[in-house]
């Protein structure tokens, strides 16, 4: 064999094993971050904050946890005049796994990189009197959106199953809304072809009963069709038995967004399960996560941890 065949064979292996490396840069690296144990803290926020883990089998609090694991090894929570902890960082990602929990594969491709501030993001004006206080926003930059959220805001829509505002949750669908590539309230990337149409016949009738006062849904899900898609998401997702009452056929087609029918599992007392704000529950009180034992028993040693 020649030398000139011998150095050519040398830069297709090489140029070979180079484009491997590329290609699967990514999936070694979510390998290696799902090789690392959950963190015990990690779990303990969830049981204690997010209601929506709560409503899951073992086997699906499996996976959710995995996801959260995922996205805060691959995205980047970034403090913007306030310190970020692991407890800011779990909400963030259960944010964005609670809506797209449903789905198989799903990846937020769009999004760059979640800003947090302390207070308020910003203010909106409403009229020569009035401003909105604005308590988080997506903002596109080249071929990426960037999330920019309130702590204080975020950490309170974990603290009230029932309140139907969770701000986390409401920026997150933007960015599924914006996975089509335009932000319009219409999901197209993952809302089957047929409803689509049904979709915006619906969100076009709501809108203008918002605007006259004739239904109770938050007058914000009036101002765009976006907004209404995002407020839509948090009703879903925090408080789906009065949804489901008050806007069946909204509520059905909301299942068909996001495969999941959170009614069926909302059946917990969430004032009991979640503990936000830190209440120090007794050694032998039963334990948060529904396992049946004494906290002392169960969860306790994972706080400790």
């Not at 292996?13 to 490396?21: A, E, I, P």
């Not at 209601?51 to 086997?59: A, D, K, P």
């Not at 689509?196 to 605007?211: A, S, T």
Request: hydrophobic share 35%.
């Amino acid at each position: 064999m020649s030398d000139s065949i011998i150095f050519f064979s040398i830069i297709v292996l090489v140029s070979g094993l180079l484009l491997y490396r590329l290609f699967t840069r990514k999936s070694r690296r979510r390998k290696e971050i799902l090789k690392q144990e959950f963190p015990a803290g990690w779990r303990h926020t969830l049981q204690s904050r997010v209601g929506f883990y709560h409503t899951l089998s073992e086997e699906e609090k499996k996976r959710f946890e995995q996801l959260v694991q995922t996205f805060i090894g691959e995205k980047r929570i970034i403090g913007i005049k306030t310190k970020i902890d692991d407890t800011v960082r779990v909400l963030v990602a259960a944010s964005a796994i609670i809506p797209v929990f449903g789905f198989k594969g799903w990846e937020y491709d769009n999004l760059g990189e979640v800003f947090v501030t302390e207070g308020a993001v910003g203010t909106r004006q409403v009229d020569e009197q009035d401003q909105n206080i604005i308590a988080g926003q997506v903002q596109p930059f080249q071929n990426q959106h960037y999330m920019t959220i309130s702590r204080s805001a975020l950490e309170q829509g974990f603290s009230d199953m029932k309140d139907r505002q969770n701000v986390g949750i409401h920026e997150f669908a933007h960015l599924l809304d914006e996975a089509d590539g335009v932000v319009d309230g219409v999901p197209n990337a993952y809302l089957p072809d047929e409803l689509v149409q049904p979709w915006k016949e619906i969100m076009d009738r709501k809108m203008q009963e918002i605007k006259k006062g004739e239904n109770n849904i938050n007058p914000y899900g009036a101002t765009l069709p976006a907004e209404f898609f995002a407020v839509m998401t948090e009703y879903f997702f925090e408080d789906p038995a009065r949804l489901q009452k008050n806007h069946p056929r909204t509520y059905k087609l909301l299942t068909k967004v996001f495969g999941q029918n959170p009614r069926l599992k909302y059946r917990l007392d969430f004032n009991q399960l979640l503990n936000p704000n830190g209440r120090r529950l007794g050694r032998n009180e039963p334990c948060p996560c529904g396992s049946g034992e004494k906290y002392k028993n169960c969860c306790l040693d994972a706080q400790e941890a």
